[in-house]
């Protein structure tokens, strides 16, 4: 019988800015435990307004914790039993909800897709209305919140070293994919022994692209079971949802990027199917939607969405 666990928001159970496999774990579990864990906006106190209250676990985290490569504060790591090398970590997302009553959106310096056309550097502070499930922004525009975590992750293979949380990679990380929402389930590859299970970088609401650097940056509260496959063997991170499959694709070029979710993607219908390659590569062109995640992370990403009815 899975157990349940609540990893409390303190500074000791979080990092700041980076992903590294020998961070001490924060929490031990066994395979399909089931984990609540806390995240905070990304970002110094630079980004905290002025008329505003901020949670006060917030500000001890902001206080406390040594300023890393990144802006971003994660929790974790969480310790699998059994997990080893070539395992895939199964991240069940079961329910994501934010935390905070406000969240913010930036402009900054040599960030973003038009970094060279919007130098008027601005950080506005959009009001979470969680009865009516909206951010409210400054000119009265309500927008419905869509919660998510923009970081999930294992630890990097040993031999990266500390990795800025900033650029996603094949362990997952900084991948900010809006559809990683609660109902959605994750496969991640394993690089160390206990998996090392990290989440962070709360997201009210996003769109495909993110494009000026920032999404709503807010707290978030997310639950997760995390189940051990010795059965599956991933070198990317791949997703599903009830309705879809999702191939992910990460690289410096937004080419490059598509090309590797097309290619993931094949992969897995060839996989869950008794499609020929040839086959499985039309059946993506007819109704694979290829969508661009993020385009400010310096790895960019693509992620292919595919119906699981055509399988």
Known sequence: MSRRFEIPATPENMVLGYLDSTTPPVLEVASGDVVTLHSFPAGGKETLPDNLPVPADYMAALDTLPPGPGPHFITGPVYVQGAQPGDTLQVDILDVKVRQDWGFVSILPLLGTLPDEFTDYETIHPVVDHAKNVCVMPWGTEIPLDPFFGII?????????????????????????????????????????????????????QGDGEVCITALE???????????????????PFAES??????????????????????????????????????????????????????????????????KSLL
């Not at 290619?263 to 020929?276: A, D, F, G, Y």
């Open 153 to 205: 992750a294992t630890a990097p293979p040993p031999a990266w070293g500390r990795c800025g949380s900033p650029v996603p990679r094949a362990f997952g990380g900084n991948m900010d994919n809006k559809e990683l929402r609660a109902g959605t389930t994750l496969y991640l590859p394993v690089f160390n022994e206990g998996a090392l299970f990290f989440a962070g970088d709360g997201h009210g609401v």
């Open 218 to 236: 807010t707290g978030v509260t997310g639950t997760f079971r995390l189940t051990l496959r010795k059965d599956m063997r991933l070198d990317w």
């Open 242 to 307: 009830a309705t879809h499959l999702m191939s992910i694709g990460l690289d410096e070029d937004l080419d490059d990027a598509a090309k590797q979710a097309t290619r993931e993607m094949v992969k897995h219908v060839c996989e869950r199917t008794n499609l020929s390659r040839n086959q499985a590569y039309m059946l993506c062109s007819l109704a694979g939607n290829l969508r661009v995640t993020q385009m400010v992370d310096g790895n960019k990403g693509v992620h292919m969405l595919l119906a």
